[in-house]
């Protein structure tokens, strides 16, 4: 039997814990509110949550697709949706004092437009509590319908994310069926050309069985489609029943992934064993594009940090 390759000293963690951490997960909890954090494993949230960052999670705890990366819960939910969740998020983000969002979903089929009003009124309530925050939509790919994507377009999040998650030829053996990797670039696509002047950002976990010129094709793809941001990272493996790691890629690698990356023109990449969708290097990087645009709307406050389930 083949034996799975040990974890290297670079992705040693701190576990969560400490005043900050507490408070932060008492204001989440008052709302009802499910953090990505949490439910998929994420190897740096005892970092954040020191730092008073978070990651919350809409349309409940249950994803409808079940890709083999992810340690979210997998269901089926029947249309049931928790009307208050909008307004729960928007006190919560109020009570942290947060200036920057993220706003990410569980994958629900089951519901017509697959949950896309329900995350446009997240996003207009976060406004509405806190006019001067900065929201980033982490979304599905509402089966790439266009209908849903222009809804959460229209809400007019800072940030547009979808996360394309893995390279081309191993998309098939790691994502739901109903992904895709061509159809991921084109959500990105249409999300840029519906809003051309939108930060657009994506995603990729690595170690999963692909070539370092895969990443450099996919890299070109996002371009492609006009991302601004790409953050790579290490995929973990949540549990035994989940894929395993096929390798643990080293820094050298990833810092050679960044500058391919940026040469490529991409206006930002964070690459790291480490890095996870939303990464606060990141955050801290829109922020201050944001802030020059518009040096009002991000002074002081947070980032609130979250991914989409089990990405990165």
């Not at 009124?121 to 222009?150: K, N, Q, S, Y």
């Not at 094709?217 to 949540?238: C, F, H, K, N, S």
């Amino acid at each position: 039997m083949k034996r799975r390759p040990q974890k290297p000293s670079w992705l040693r963690v701190r576990l969560p814990g400490g005043q900050q951490h507490q408070e932060l997960k008492r204001a989440l909890r008052s709302g009802d509110l499910h953090t990505v954090c949490e439910e998929a494993h994420c190897p740096n949230m005892g970092e954040c949550w020191r730092a008073g960052t978070a990651a919350v999670m809409l349309l409940g705890d249950t994803c409808s697709r079940g890709c083999r990366f992810c340690g979210v819960t997998s269901g089926q939910l029947h249309g049931k949706v928790d009307d208050r969740e909008p307004d729960q998020v928007a006190k919560a983000v109020a009570a942290m004092g947060l200036k920057y969002v993220v706003l990410t979903m569980v994958n629900r089929d089951d519901l017509p437009d697959g949950g896309a009003d329900h995350v446009g009124a997240a996003i207009r309530r976060c406004r509405e509590v806190c006019p001067e925050i900065l929201v980033e939509a982490l979304v599905g790919d509402f089966l790439g319908r266009r209908r849903p994507l222009e809804t959460v377009c229209e809400a007019a999040p800072d940030v547009f994310a979808h996360n394309v998650e893995v390279v081309r030829s191993v998309t098939l053996a790691l994502r739901d069926p109903r992904c895709g990797y061509d159809r991921s670039i084109q959500v990105l696509r249409r999300a840029k050309e519906l809003t051309p002047q939108r930060l657009t950002k994506s995603s990729l976990m690595v170690g999963v069985g692909e070539r370092d010129d895969e990443v450099v094709e996919a890299l070109t793809d996002l371009r492609a489609a006009g991302v601004d941001i790409v953050t790579i990272g290490q995929y973990l493996q949540p549990s035994r029943k989940h894929a395993a790691v096929k390798r643990f890629v080293p820094p050298d690698v990833f810092a050679h992934w960044q500058e391919v990356g940026q040469e490529l023109g991409l206006s930002y990449v964070a690459s790291g064993p480490l890095v996870r969708s939303s990464y606060r290097a990141a955050e801290v990087f829109v922020q201050s594009r944001l802030r020059r645009a518009n040096p009002d709307a991000t002074s002081g406050g947070s980032p609130a940090v979250a991914t989409r389930p089990g990405s990165l």
